[in-house]
């Protein structure tokens, strides 16, 4: 399979792995919506000078809102005719515990979580069904969290939008089966990732997300975009459900 067109949807701090799946060799372009949108002529600049076969194209879009999502993927099926595979790789945490967080973050990690994930999947298999894909590739960035609770209050709203990635892939799994669709659903999962993230959740104490990349060896975003390229090496007949990784070091 050529991958004529990977969709990407990426924070800033994961620029990187979206950067380093252009070098899957496959790949001939990679649509990439960024959060916040910064440096694309940088970025692509970046994926050229290291001689990927891809080509990195950024596209900025606010995944909290419907429309602009359905208009990227208008521009791309305009650009590109379309997508091949889809890999949802936004997130976001926000630190709202249960009994005392502030309903605006939790709708917000709500939008980005599980709302664009599924608003992206839909019109990413729209697009596949239009053109006759059979052997596409949709791929969602989930975590840790997503299958484990772990005793720190700002993590747990955010984690129950994680659980509802893992139910949302599944069930992608299973819906494309009764489509009699060979495309697949997979899920990543990581424990630490070396991104913004942790800078997002603490945003009122920076030395406290500092120090979370700190105590331990983290995993890095080549780390993430190698078990992409992983998933995408897999010859057709195999179905790869979840990878759950995490840093050697780490205990939760």
């Known amino acids: 399979m050529v991958h004529k067109c990977k969709y990407i949807i990426a924070t800033s701090k994961q620029q990187k792995a979206a950067l380093l799946s252009c070098a899957h060799p496959q790949t001939e372009k990679a649509d990439g919506c960024f959060l916040p949108f910064s440096l694309p002529q940088k970025l692509a600049a970046e994926c050229q000078s290291a001689g990927y076969p891809g080509t990195l ?128 659903a997979t899920c990543i999962s990581p424990g630490l990732v070396e991104t913004g993230f942790a800078f997002k959740l603490h945003d009122n104490d920076p030395e406290r997300a500092a120090a979370t990349y700190e105590s331990i060896r983290c995993l890095k975003a080549e780390d993430m975009a190698n078990a992409v390229i992983y998933v995408l090496s897999a010859p057709p007949h195999v179905q790869i459900g979840d990878i759950q990784m995490r840093p050697t070091e780490q205990i939760s």
């Open 57 to 184: 194209i950024p596209y900025k879009c606010d995944l909290s809102n419907e429309e602009e999502i359905l208009s990227m993927f208008s521009a791309i099926k305009t650009l590109h005719q379309g997508v091949d595979v889809c890999i949802n790789n936004a997130g976001l945490a926000r630190p709202e515990p249960l009994l005392s967080g502030k309903t605006e973050g939790w709708r917000t990690m709500i939008d980005v979580n599980v709302m664009a994930v599924s608003i992206c999947t839909r019109e990413a298999y729209q697009s596949m069904k239009e053109r006759n894909i059979d052997d596409g590739h949709i791929i969602n960035i989930n975590s840790m969290n997503g299958h484990s609770v772990v005793p720190q209050s700002v993590v747990h709203f955010y984690s129950a939008t994680k659980y509802a990635v893992t139910a949302l892939t599944e069930g992608l799994r299973q819906e494309l089966r009764e489509a009699k669709t060979h495309i697949r």
